[in-house]
């Protein structure tokens, strides 16, 4: 036996170790108590995040059709190479292993592409795992036979069948279809994106982007349970995609189709014309609208120079975005006809004479002298007509001969009398908000411009904002130049709104800006009898199943608000304009049968110095029961009647069957740089 | 003559039947401890609960009966009890005897294991296959490492010396290399474990006991330097402590994230049986085995976690007991052992699945799924009961 003191000695020992034993089972208490009462809500939610998978299944995008039921965008199945994340990747995002390695490189050699690229597609976390993940859309059918043949090689690649986009009519009315693309990551974090997910498709311009809630449909998901392999044990929630509703549009693809092969047609004719300085006209670019006279319906929209949609379907490339951007190209991917903003020049005299008259400088039926020109404070501002004095001039006569001098004149009135006033009531901002200037018409696109009508405010606004910059320049030029004394001039009383400025902006001319749409629906309105309609392109929405979601209905936006006699003087000198011999758009339609179709209109050339004027022309027929407005606007393209005019003339010739657009040549009007 | 020989019959019956009353009273069999013996038997029981729930959706979606696991350990069970028995039956100063007999049999069992007959399972080759059973050496070392190092220090008679010491180590060290070969690191550590305590409760003097400690710490660094440790299981021993980063998706950090997830989600009261969806998902690998204790803690709670490591707590209490009652040290030595390899096989295991220790292929004592370990327990807890019995 072990002596006392031995005793007592292992006694102590067992003591020690006791207590190191409870030590270690406390700490597993505390661990344990800390794991599951006091942390154990988030493990609850990571148990559950586990075990259970969204899966996400696009509904297939609704279709653009034409009024008459054509379609310009639909959907088309893709042949795609898709593949098995799980199958091939490990949780890293590397090759899976050696044979996963092996699949992915014949992988890259079949679709010509380099292997981190098809590991990086792959791996996109824009995807769900739980569907094969898309590594190379619409691919030819041969890579899906070479993959379908060799199923030993390829494991875990998939072969299926994708909706993709598909353009009919190829780039017919690119710039109103748009196009789609990813969502960005931006985008994601916006409230009106809420229900969107990394990796959906969204409009990015156009009617894809404008109907987008129609079009995309509802996206089908599925809950799914799953086990630690990623196999589903179970379906929590199913529901199906519903297909997007289709659009129909009130394009008339047909005179879509002709409007633009006119438009480009007229533009690259007009490059032949040889102006006085020996030079061509340049016509570097240019829009068109046709309008329903009566509803506002948008008929047709060209703009020059376009670009081709099936480009970005599966993602456009870099290099032709790139081109499609450069303004060297003159940025095809801007719709001119609703975001290019250009001064009015004549084309905004209806409104400015209507501004007069409601400004009590005239009567409808009061002749102003159409002088060659007109003295202002030292300054010169011409007639057109260079020289020649046209005599007394009424509304209708001034519109009919574009003469400068009577609008001049009477702007130069009416802002003196605005000068007297303690608050000047500026009649022309009223009177041309209210035939759609310098604001925007509401048309159900996006990227439309309000272009801008200037007044005193503005003005002062604009100055305040420069005038460091003009006493800057007026400090820098020499003493005893012009430049000194113009930017002196600017820099103590640029924020004046000055007689010369009133005289600019009654010939459209100065900083008054406008889209050809803006043009369009103004002539609109005076076509309509002074009732302006909203220009809509949406015509009404359709179930996939045909049925009516809801009809996109004619919207009035207001009165021109002027008097009856007004707007007939108006358009009698529109009428004119056309139909009479010495109307400066007279020339385009020589042989156009006016007795049949009777056409008012006007012509516009804008100064935008130092370039080439820009050509405008808008016109609307019949006169007697307007169907139709169309407005043409060529960039650099000499004087209106000489390039717009012909322009125009050819889409009423087709539009009306005189003359189909096929068979249409372009003839440059007589040089009238009203 | 009669009367004589009759008296004297008499005294000698009354005699015998003080005696036989006196014998009785210190009889073995009057002196089981029925706590050890019911807390084990409620322990397995627990077990088996938590290794049908463990494997009931695996099975069944293999298509395999739903008792596989269960019928095994069931079996185990069997041959656990009768093991019990006859290691209580037999007295343990026998066992003394023929300690070195059973290290010979281990040592040759767990070279078996190393040479062709061996069968390798994930990586590690741990295991004989005899007649469709796995036995595993390593458990059995256990109990020889043990019994040698007890019965060494028990013949120095409280006053281990230094060939005692170095004898004992050389007993330990040699079986601890084979299995770390295997290799298992976890059982190898248990070794270690089991011959430090017993140095403690043997009476080795501190300063040997400081320089053993000493010398360990240097030969762990030594083996970090020179790789002697393999690479998997160094991020298996460092990869518990940045399992709570999501990006971790390396498998030992997969394994103890799931497994934190299992016992945290548990919480209180726990999700109830069959309802543990990181248990029935198989999210939790190797759940019926090593990582068992996630499934009682997501289906039963912080409650039922505490009433399985409250019992085990029984265990080590009624092992102490037993070994501070024990008539001699070899009876301690081995009673406190038993209680050391149990109360660190508790902390590695359940360490392990709550995030503070490595993970280590070390079973949790009656619970974990495995036939060997069972049926070692349930002889650990018949020596035990051995020394209780023979106490007087």
Redesign the interface.
Same mark, same amino acid.
């Given at each position: 036996m072990?002596?006392p003191s031995?005793e007592s000695?292992?006694?102590l020992?067992?003591t020690? &170790?006791?207590v190191l034993?409870?030590a =270690? &089972?406390v700490?597993? &208490?505390a661990? =344990?108590?800390f794991?599951?009462?006091l942390?154990?809500?988030?493990?609850?939610e990571?148990? @559950?995040s586990?075990?259970l998978r969204t899966v996400i299944t696009e509904a297939p995008r609704g279709a653009i059709l034409g009024s008459d039921g054509e379609e310009l965008v639909r959907n088309r199945p893709a042949l795609t190479i898709s593949a098995d994340r799980r199958a091939l990747l @490990? @949780?890293?995002g590397e090759p899976a292993d050696e044979e996963a390695a092996r699949v992915l490189e014949r992988l890259a050699v079949l679709l010509e592409l380099d292997v981190d690229e098809v590991i990086e597609r792959l791996s996109s976390q824009r995807r769900s795992p739980f569907r094969p993940v898309p590594i190379e859309i619409d691919v030819a059918p041969e890579i899906v036979f070479a993959v379908q043949e060799r199923r030993e090689l390829f494991p875990g690649v998939v072969p299926e069948t994708l909706p993709v986009r598909e353009y009919p009519q190829g780039s017919l009315a690119a710039h109103l279809v748009g196009y789609i693309g990813e969502i960005s990551e931006a985008e994601l974090l916006r409230p009106d994106f809420a229900d969107y997910r990394a990796g959906d498709l969204v409009g990015r311009t156009g009617l894809e982007q404008s109907y987008e809630a129609d079009l995309r449909g509802t996206a089908g998901q599925r809950l799914l349970?799953?086990?630690?392999?990623g @196999?589903v =044990?179970d379906v929590q929630r199913d529901r199906d995609p519903i297909q997007g509703a289709d659009l129909v549009t009130t394009l008339d693809l047909d005179l879509q189709a002709a409007t633009e092969e006119l438009l480009v047609d007229g533009i690259e004719a007009s490059r032949d014309i040889q102006r006085d300085d020996g030079q061509f006209l340049p016509s570097v670019a240019g829009s068109a609208v046709v309008l329903d006279a009566r509803s506002g319906a948008v008929l047709s929209m060209a703009s020059y120079p376009s670009y081709d949609p099936r480009e970005f379907v599966g993602g456009v490339t870099h290099a032709y975005l790139a081109e499609l951007l450069d303004e060297e190209n003159e940025s095809p991917l801007i719709n001119r006809a609703i975001a290019g903003e250009y001064p009015p020049g004549s084309v905004f005299k209806p409104v400015s004479g209507a501004a007069m008259v409601e400004g009590g400088q005239i009567t409808p039926r009061g002749t102003v002298e159409c002088a060659p020109a007109f003295e202002l404070g030292g300054n010169t501002f011409r007639n057109w007509n260079r020289g020649v004095n046209e005599g007394p001039m009424d509304l209708a006569d001034a519109l009919r001969r574009s003469c400068d001098t009577y609008f001049y004149e009477l702007a130069f009135d009416q802002w003196l009398a605005e000068e007297r006033q303690e608050d000047p009531d500026e009649v022309l901002i009223d009177v041309a908000e209210r035939f759609g200037f310098g604001v925007r018409a509401g048309l159900d696109l996006p990227g439309e411009k309000a272009g801008r009508v200037p007044g005193r405010d503005w003005r002062e606004d604009y100055w305040l904002n420069n005038r460091d910059d003009y006493c800057r320049q007026a400090e820098l030029a020499d003493p005893g130049t012009a430049a000194r004394v113009a930017f002196t001039d600017l820099c103590q009383y640029g924020g004046l709104w000055r007689g010369g400025d009133a005289v600019n902006s009654s010939i459209g001319q100065g900083d008054v800006l406008s889209s050809p749409l803006q043009v369009a629906s103004s002539y609109q309105a005076i076509a309509n009898d002074g009732v302006r309609m909203r220009p809509h392109l949406g015509g009404r929405v359709v179930a996939p199943d045909g049925s009516l979601v809801r009809e996109i209905e004619p919207e009035v936006i207001g009165d021109l608000g002027i008097d009856d006699q007004t707007l007939a003087v108006i358009q009698e000198g529109l009428e004119e304009v056309v139909m009479h011999p010495r109307g400066t758009g007279r020339s385009a339609f020589a042989d156009f049968p006016l007795d049949e179709i009777p056409v008012a209109g006007k012509t516009g050339t804008a100064e935008v110095r130092p370039k080439v004027p820009y050509a405008w022309f808008v016109g609307y027929a019949p006169v007697d029961d307007p169907k139709i407005v169309v407005v043409v606007n060529v960039e650099q393209g000499g004087g209106g009647s000489q390039t717009a005019a012909p322009i125009v003339r050819n889409i009423m010739a087709h539009y009306f069957g005189v003359e189909l657009a096929e068979e249409a040549r372009f003839e440059a009007g007589e040089e009238i740089l009203d | 003559m009669d009367v004589g020989y009759l008296q004297d019959r008499d005294q000698r019956r009354m005699r015998e039947h003080v005696q036989s009353r006196w014998t009785e009273v210190y009889a073995p069999i009057r002196h089981l401890d029925p706590v050890l013996v019911l807390t084990a038997l409620a322990l397995s029981g627990i077990g088996f609960v938590a290794i049908y729930s463990a494997k009931l959706v695996a099975l069944t979606t293999q298509g395999l009966p739903t008792t596989f696991y269960l019928s095994r350990q069931l079996m185990a069970l069997a041959i656990g009890v009768v093991v019990m028995v006859v290691v209580a039956v037999i007295d343990y100063r026998h066992v003394r005897v023929y300690s070195p007999a059973v290290a010979v049999l281990a040592l040759v069992l767990l070279g078996l294991v190393l040479s062709p007959l061996g069968t390798e399972i994930n990586g590690s080759q741990r295991w004989i296959v005899l007649g469709g059973f796995q036995l595993q050496p390593s458990e059995l070392a256990k109990l020889a490492v043990l019994i040698t190092v007890a019965a060494l220090l028990h013949d120095s008679d409280g006053e281990p010396g230094p060939g005692t010491v170095l004898l004992a180590l050389l007993v330990t060290l040699v079986p601890t290399a084979l299995v770390f070969l295997q290799p298992d690191l976890g059982t190898s550590i248990v070794f270690v474990w089991t011959t430090a305590v017993l140095f403690l409760l043997g009476g080795v003097k501190a300063r040997y006991l400081v320089g053993l400690v000493i010398g360990g710490v240097i030969a762990v660094i030594v083996a970090l330097q020179t790789e002697v440790i393999e690479s998997y299981q160094l991020s298996r021993l460092t990869a518990f402590m940045d399992a709570g980063d999501a990006s971790a998706a390396q498998t030992t950090a997969f394994q103890t994230r799931q497994s934190l997830i299992a016992v945290g989600s548990g919480q209180f009261a726990g999700k109830g049986l069959f309802e543990g969806t990181q248990t029935s998902l198989s999210y939790v690998p190797e759940n019926h085995t090593d990582f068992i204790f996630t499934v009682i803690a997501e289906e039963f709670g912080f409650l039922g976690g505490s009433v399985v490591l409250g019992l085990l707590l029984l265990l080590v209490w009624r092992g102490l007991r037993i070994a501070i009652l024990a008539k001699d040290t070899f009876g301690m030595l081995v009673a406190g052992g038993i209680v050391a390899i149990l109360s660190l096989q508790v902390f590695v295991n359940v360490g392990m699945t709550i995030g503070i220790m490595p993970v280590t292929g070390i079973p949790l004592p009656f619970i974990s799924y495995g036939g060997t370990s069972l049926i070692v327990w349930f002889g650990l807890i018949g020596l035990l009961l051995n020394i209780h019995m023979r106490r007087f």
């Open positions: 072990a002596p031995s000695s292992s006694v020992r067992l020690f &170790f006791a034993v409870i =270690l &089972f700490s597993l &208490f661990r =344990l108590w794991l599951q009462v942390a154990g809500d988030r493990y609850v990571l148990a @559950d586990n075990r @490990d @949780d890293a349970v799953v086990n630690a392999r @196999d =044990l | -």
